[in-house]
């Protein structure tokens, strides 16, 4: 059952983060949402990973696989929010969901056997990135433009977050999961935050601060409802939290009137399928 809730609280989650940034992400321009989001992750991964202590096996390779973490998440972070300014969120969040997918070729890439099952499940992703990737008919050729870049950037997205997930999983296996998620916090504070903040560059409205600090609470309580899931029950948690593509698709219906044509719809829907067999599969 926990891993049930975990997996389902993580997407939960993670949708709600991916939701709240499609619109603070049109307030400001991506690189001040991130940074702020980053610090409220801090404010609250610091706490917590202070009062762990600083862990026995933090070495030179697990701090090197921390940086990498956080680099990928916050680089994901970016190109994912540049995505839905001009992007749909029905669109957008479900190619970037195949970050696991990612993730599973790396570890191929790494030496890790891939089953042929995975190997089927990964073409099926392929195919259904590159059926999202056909604009509707009837649309001018600036629309059509704004959605091939949207499609690209969520694929850059997926590249990004994947290479953090494998980054993640190494460092994980040796430090405690505050440790893990405050990696992205503080990268992201250090070198984005701070350096936008003394070039002048920060950028905060009124309107965007509720969804802020909303985006940076669900990323970080996403990633500790499935760490907590994953405990009890890998397969089940990581499966279920593969499922953020579809809830936010969901959403940009329900709370943005989003609707895609049949040919993207028939596109997302063989990612997310892919996606929820990779997950099962690899975990």
Same mark, same amino acid.
């Given at each position: 059952? $926990?891993?049930?809730?975990?997996?389902?609280?993580?997407?939960?989650?993670?949708?709600? &983060?991916?939701?709240? /940034? !499609? =619109? /603070?992400?049109?307030?400001?321009?991506?690189?001040?949402?991130?940074?702020?989001?980053?610090?409220?992750?801090?404010?609250?991964?610091?706490?917590?990973?202070?009062?762990?202590?600083?862990?026995?096996?933090?070495? &030179?390779? &697990?701090?090197?696989?921390?940086?990498?973490?956080?680099?990928?998440?916050?680089?994901?972070?970016? $190109?994912?929010?540049?995505?839905? #300014?001009?992007? @749909?969120?029905?669109?957008?969040?479900?190619? %970037?969901?195949?970050?696991?997918?990612?993730?599973?070729?790396?570890?191929?890439?790494?030496?890790?056997?891939?089953?042929?099952?995975?190997?089927?499940?990964?073409?099926?992703?392929?195919?259904?990135?590159?059926?999202?990737?056909? +604009?509707?008919?009837?649309?001018?050729?600036?629309?059509?433009?704004?959605?091939?870049?949207?499609?690209?950037?969520?694929?850059?997205?997926?590249?990004?977050?994947?290479? /953090?997930?494998?980054?993640?999983? =190494?460092?994980?296996?040796?430090? *405690?999961?505050?440790?893990? %998620?405050?990696?992205? #916090?503080?990268?992201?504070?250090?070198?984005?935050?701070? +350096?936008?903040?003394?070039?002048?560059?920060?950028?905060?409205? #009124? !309107?965007?601060? *509720?969804?802020?600090?909303? &985006?940076?609470?669900?990323?970080?309580?996403?990633?500790?409802?499935?760490?907590?899931?994953?405990?009890?029950? $890998?397969?089940?948690?990581?499966?279920?939290? /593969?499922?953020?593509?579809?809830?936010?698709?969901?959403?940009?219906?329900?709370?943005?009137?989003? #609707?895609?044509?049949?040919? @993207?719809?028939?596109?997302?829907?063989?990612?997310?399928?892919? %996606?929820?067999? $990779?997950?099962?599969? @690899?975990?």
């Amino acid at each position: 059952m $926990i891993a049930v809730l975990g997996g389902l609280g993580a997407a939960a989650a993670w949708a709600i &983060s991916t939701l709240c /940034s !499609s =619109r /603070s992400s049109r307030i400001l321009d991506p690189p001040s949402v991130v940074a702020w989001m980053m610090l409220v992750g801090l404010a609250v991964c610091a706490p917590l990973a202070a009062a762990g202590g600083v862990p026995a096996r933090l070495n &030179s390779a &697990s701090a090197g696989w921390l940086v990498l973490s956080g680099a990928g998440n916050v680089g994901g972070l970016m $190109i994912t929010y540049r995505a839905l #300014r001009i992007g @749909q969120v029905a669109l957008v969040a479900p190619l %970037v969901s195949t970050e696991g997918a990612v993730a599973a070729i790396i570890a191929v890439g790494a030496g890790e056997a891939l089953r042929p099952a995975v190997g089927a499940a990964l073409g099926l992703a392929a195919l259904g990135l590159c059926v999202a990737a056909i +604009p509707r008919g009837g649309l001018e050729r600036a629309r059509r433009t704004r959605h091939l870049e949207s499609v690209l950037l969520a694929a850059a997205a997926a590249l990004a977050f994947g290479t /953090s997930l494998y980054a993640t999983a =190494r460092a994980g296996a040796e430090l *405690p999961s505050a440790w893990v %998620v405050l990696a992205a #916090r503080a990268v992201g504070t250090g070198a984005l935050l701070v +350096p936008l903040a003394l070039a002048g560059r920060l950028r905060l409205a #009124r !309107s965007a601060v *509720p969804l802020i600090v909303a &985006s940076g609470l669900c990323e970080v309580a996403g990633f500790f409802a499935y760490t907590a899931g994953a405990r009890h029950g $890998i397969a089940i948690a990581a499966v279920l939290a /593969s499922q953020v593509g579809a809830l936010a698709a969901v959403g940009g219906y329900l709370l943005f009137g989003e #609707r895609l044509g049949r040919v @993207q719809l028939a596109g997302v829907t063989t990612v997310l399928v892919a %996606v929820a067999l $990779i997950s099962g599969l @690899q975990a």
